[in-house]
């Protein structure tokens, strides 16, 4: 088998769905105590122990919220587009239940971003809302997991919704570049990127290594939840097998 | 991988990357109607269009605010550090608003090329302090101004 050569072996380990949820079970503890740790330490740091901003006061510590919660929105819906690859190219079940079960996910960290943003918006810019390049394609972002999430529950057959969703998510991933580079290509009230992996933070240590905790919480929860989903569909999909009926008789 | 594979492995960068330039073109044509608000420079330029509503976005000059003792009319300036444009405002100002702040404003131009605002945005940068910062900083002169290059773009 030549194709061995570049694809690892747990790249087809998880095309089986059983492995896949017994791996899941294994990490899940361990996710879950680094969630709690992270969110819980993240929080407190960022609310009680950071320092207020020279312009703003308190009421920019809603950034450690609206940024973890903005980045993981996207992450999620690259992490979707790429499971809708994998599945449409591989026919792997597993991925069509991993793009399936991030959607909801992600577009709850999508409203999150956007309500947290209008929040902050209303008193900092003097308004709820603006139809700048960044607001605008957020708001396309949260569409397009609402598009993913109605085609799968829309269409009754399950490798059939698979495909559609897939070639939607793949379709919308043109839409992660633009909102990321907005605040650069064009003139926007959204002010351009605060943390990024490449640059130096544009606040001072004591303000964005809460910041970095809390990203990495919400990238931990977003994990969390996504097995949990993930583990719910499999059992679903796979229960007329045996090694499912062996499990739910053992409890 | 085998052929099927790889067939629909070409079809998944043909959808990605199909949708991608076809985007690309598109925001490219449209690359003036995006942008949220006009600079100084522009407007004197005359690219922005008149008789119409549109937003112009500069920093406020230091020093330029008039306000109206007995209402709420305002008066400012507004800079790209190249061309400066006068705004009039009633109204309530965002919390941000203050000389050297960056700020969009939406109105008409009138026949004296003065912005008549129905609305004053507070644009924020990207860079946060601690006030002890900001006020060292601003002691050594080394306070940083991006606002100033985006509104020169």
């Known amino acids: 088998m030549a194709e061995k050569k570049w694809i690892p072996r747990w790249f087809y380990q998880l095309a089986s769905p059983r492995w896949c949820y017994q791996i899941t079970g294994k990490l899940l503890p361990w996710f879950m ?37 903005a980045i993981l929105a996207q992450s999620a819906y690259m992490l979707m587009a790429v499971a809708g690859a994998v599945g449409l190219i591989w026919k792997m079940k597993v991925a069509d239940m991993v793009l399936k079960s991030a959607a909801p996910i992600g577009a709850s960290m999508a409203v999150l971003a956007l309500l947290t943003g209008a929040i902050w918006g209303k008193p900092t810019w003097g308004s709820w809302w603006v139809w ?8 396309i972002l949260f569409f397009l997991y609402l598009g993913v999430m ?10 059939t919704a698979a495909q559609a969703s897939a070639v939607l998510a793949l379709v919308g991933l043109v839409n992660i570049p633009i909102i990321k580079y907005s605040v650069e290509w064009w003139n926007t009230l959204h002010q351009p990127a605060t943390f990024t992996l490449t640059e130096k933070p544009a606040m001072p240590v004591e303000m964005w290594l809460p910041l970095l905790v809390m990203v990495i919480g919400f990238y931990c929860f977003f994990a969390v939840s996504l097995m949990q989903r993930l583990r719910n569909e499999i059992i679903w999909r796979e229960r007329r097998t045996g ?9 | 991988m085998t052929p099927k594979r790889k067939q629909r492995l070409f079809l998944v960068l043909f959808i990605v990357v199909g949708v991608g330039i076809s985007v690309g073109l598109t925001l490219f044509a449209l690359s003036q109607n995006i942008n949220l608000f006009y600079s100084p420079t522009q407007i004197a330029a005359g690219e ?3 008789d119409t509503r549109i937003r112009a976005g500069g920093m406020v ?11 709420l009319f305002v008066s400012f300036e507004i800079t790209d550090y190249d061309k400066t444009v006068t705004v009039e405002y009633v109204g309530i100002l965002p919390d941000l608003f203050r000389e050297g702040q960056g700020i969009v404003a939406q109105g008409s131009m009138n026949e004296h090329g003065v912005l008549d605002a129905v609305e004053v945005l507070a644009k924020h940068d990207e860079n946060y302090m601690p006030p002890e910062v900001a006020e060292a900083l601003a002691k050594a002169g080394k306070m940083p101004m991006p606002e100033g290059q985006e509104f020169n773009k």
């Open chain 2, 48 to 50: 922005a269009p008149q």
């Open chain 1, 243 to 251: 090694w499912v009926r062996e499990l739910l008789n053992k409890q």
């Open chain 1, 150 to 159: 109605a085609l799968n529950s829309a269409i009754e057959n399950e490798s």
């Open chain 2, 61 to 71: 000059v230091e020093g330029s605010i008039k306000r109206d003792p007995d209402s």
């Open chain 1, 33 to 69: 105590g680094t969630t709690l740790l992270l969110l819980l330490g993240g929080t407190v740091w960022a609310l009680l122990f950071a320092p207020a901003d020279y312009q703003q006061g308190n009421s920019f510590r809603i950034i450690y919220l609206h940024v973890p919660a």
């Open chain 1, 132 to 139: 700048d390049a960044r607001l605008t394609s957020m708001l």
